[in-house]
């Protein structure tokens, strides 16, 4: 297209350099007029340098697709590191705002004239316990619950770094790897993906939030009795819902198969007749250390992907943080269609 257009632009170059090779000449022979003249050439010339801005306009156009079509190319060309990162800048941007709104409600929570303190911060009542002692705890749990918010502030503080260096480290791997155009729409599609990913952290926190906002209600004594542990019962059946849909009641029909009931059969007719008692290793500690560790409503402990061993969490980041993946679109995508555990997903 380009080529066409200088070739018209050529031609009507060289039919103007003849007309004015004629108008020279007839100008030797016989008077002409000159305003006609100049007309005409204004109409030449214009003409011409329409097609020209014509060209360029289009070709404009074109820059703006290709550079479209580059930008993506090469964000496809990163686009391992560029997942990677995104997603450590998610966990650390939804730690740090979690951290920070967290610090805002139990600071108010704090400075009111009963204070209201976290479920795992609150101290249970022992029974005939002295007076004294009681006011002791009650003292000891203010400052645990003032630890708890001087910790949750380090770790905004941390949190916060933590993601803005990673946005810095985004940007000297462009400037190293692209020039500066490249470099300066490349890290405006980051930001624009970082944005996205800050919008869904806020809407997480905002159902946490309400969460909070009906604890501090249901709030009655600080120490926690059996006469006021309704206060936690409505927060903690929302606390123990669970993240996905209930299982199917679905019961697979009862068939038998031939060698499971000859394995069964064998095992029971050569079962040994006698079993030694084994010893529990334990001692009395040790025993009271885990059922203490089983009733700690404010820990969850889950079996090991591998290995025989099990993991203990906070329960409350357990839960953020199976919520924060159910939210990655990276790798969950939501359907508009009840898929149950015996339906083929094809759609």
Known sequence: METTAFKE???KLILIHEDLRELINISKTQKIDETKIIETLKRELKISFNIVDEQQAVNS??????????????????????????NERKQNFWNFLKSQNTVIIYETWLG???PVIPRKLRPKT??????????????????NFEVEIKLLKNKANRYEHNYKKIDEEMFETFVAKFNAEITESINNLWRS??????????????RKQLWLEEYEDHFGDLFVTEENTQDNEENEEEENKPLVRNKSDWIPRPTKDKDLE???KTLKTNSLTSNKNVKDNLTREEKTALQNLKSDKSIIIKEADKGNAVVIMDREYYRDSILNMLQDEMSYEVTDKKIGPTNKYND
Do not use: F
């Open 9 to 11: 632009l050529s031609s």
């Open 61 to 86: 156009q074109e820059l703006l697709i290709n550079s479209s079509q580059d930008i993506n190319n090469v964000r496809k060309s990163i686009i391992s590191l560029w997942k990677r990162k995104l």
């Open 112 to 114: 009111k004239e009963m």
């Open 126 to 143: 022992i029974p005939g316990e002295h007076t004294d002692d009681i006011n002791i705890r009650r003292e000891n749990a203010i400052r």
């Open 193 to 206: 993906d970082c944005e996205k990913e800050e919008i869904k952290s806020v809407q997480i926190w905002e």
């Open 262 to 264: 000859e394995t069964i």
